[in-house]
């Protein structure tokens, strides 16, 4: 008991959105204090992470494509889970560290912001990962529910506020009422397919291939999902696979825009699903709250413009989209002898 005391004075407590594409650290009291790609860099075949477990986050993400044959730049996660658990681990223990001043005697207490499509085997995984990384207590927070506290929602009031967050590895869609989610759905994937699409376009029109962070680069640059006011363009570099030679194309936003339509119709349908299995009363609620978009994913030009002509619903992207789960965890975070005990510890059967 006085050690835990002890080490409640001398240690932050963090929360963590732990992303595919990006990871956000949040401490009590601090707000968000760190924010790096969920990236790795180590040397092929023994995971062993480079320039002495430095090579993490930006400076491992800066590696993605330009590594020679003996030097891997790894994403640990994918859709939202664990995929490389040593890799993870490492990853973990490296932002923790850098919390923490870079100290290695420091055990912080931790919540984790998951998806809500997350399994019993994957919470047991970031559970696992994380107390290997340095922390002395985990729990766990569904990450609409976390991005819904982030953005402000009323979500402990009974009525219905509908939360759509857009990340890397899953899009989560929930309506939440009275502090717990009352309907939800988890579609994995998300931001990802959307590069994968644009990866597939370039190779299908141009003979060109780029890789993901090429594509992610366009997306955001020229993609859309509502006809824009003024189409734009952006000049793309890849390798010509016929020549196999490096080549220069000019695409257009109406041409990524047509290449994103598959991945943005899974997250139509995945929100009309969730609608159709709403309350009545709840649903009722949302024709007057509408839908609020969280995540990186909630950038795309026009995507709320193209979800409101969908749903019939009012549609808002929430302010600084991409730390909305982060600053839910430090919302929970300043609440915590409160809160602490009806978070998830991840080891309860599903």
Request: proline share 5%; with cysteine.
């Amino acid at each position: 008991m006085f050690l835990d005391s002890l080490l409640g004075l001398i240690s932050k407590d963090l929360g963590i959105d732990l992303g595919t594409a990006n990871t956000l650290v949040c401490a009590r009291g601090e707000g968000i204090i760190l924010s790096e790609p969920s990236v790795v860099a180590v040397r092929k075949g023994t995971n062993k992470v480079l320039m002495n477990g430095e090579a993490v986050g930006e400076k491992a993400r800066q590696m993605l494509g330009r590594c020679p044959g003996s030097i891997e730049a790894i994403r640990p996660m994918k859709n939202g889970v664990i995929a490389d658990f040593e890799i993870t681990e490492a990853m973990l223990s490296y932002f923790i560290r850098k919390a923490h001043g870079r100290s290695r005697f420091i055990h912080p207490r931790v919540i984790v912001a998951v998806p809500s499509g997350i399994t019993t085997v994957e919470k047991r995984a970031v559970i696992n990962s994380a107390e290997r990384a340095g922390a002395r207590e985990v729990r766990l927070i569904r990450e609409p529910m976390a991005a819904a506290i982030g953005v402000g929602l009323p979500v402990t009031e009974p009525r219905g506020s509908m939360v759509v967050d857009i990340g890397g590895g899953t899009a989560e869609v929930a309506v939440i009422s009275l502090s717990d989610i009352v309907q939800s759905s988890s579609l994995r994937g998300a931001g990802d397919q959307m590069n994968e699409a644009i990866v597939k376009h370039m190779k299908d029109v141009y003979n060109l291939q780029i890789g993901e962070p090429t594509a992610e680069k366009v997306k955001i640059e020229i993609g859309s999902a509502y006809p824009l006011e003024e189409e734009l363009q952006k000049e793309v570099r890849g390798m010509d696979t016929l020549a196999g030679l490096p080549r220069t194309v000019t695409v257009r936003s109406e041409e990524i825009r047509e290449a994103l339509r598959d991945p943005l119709e899974m997250l139509v349908r995945s929100i009309k699903s969730t609608l159709e299995h709403t309350p009545p009363e709840l649903a009722a609620d949302l024709i007057e709250t509408g839908i609020t978009l969280a995540g990186g994913g909630a950038l795309l030009r026009g995507i709320d413009r193209m979800l409101a002509r969908e749903t019939g619903l009012p549609v808002r992207r929430a302010e600084d989209p991409l730390t909305a789960v982060a600053r839910g965890t430090g919302v929970v975070l300043d609440q915590l002898e409160t809160l602490w005990p009806i978070l998830e510890d991840g080891r309860e059967s599903a």
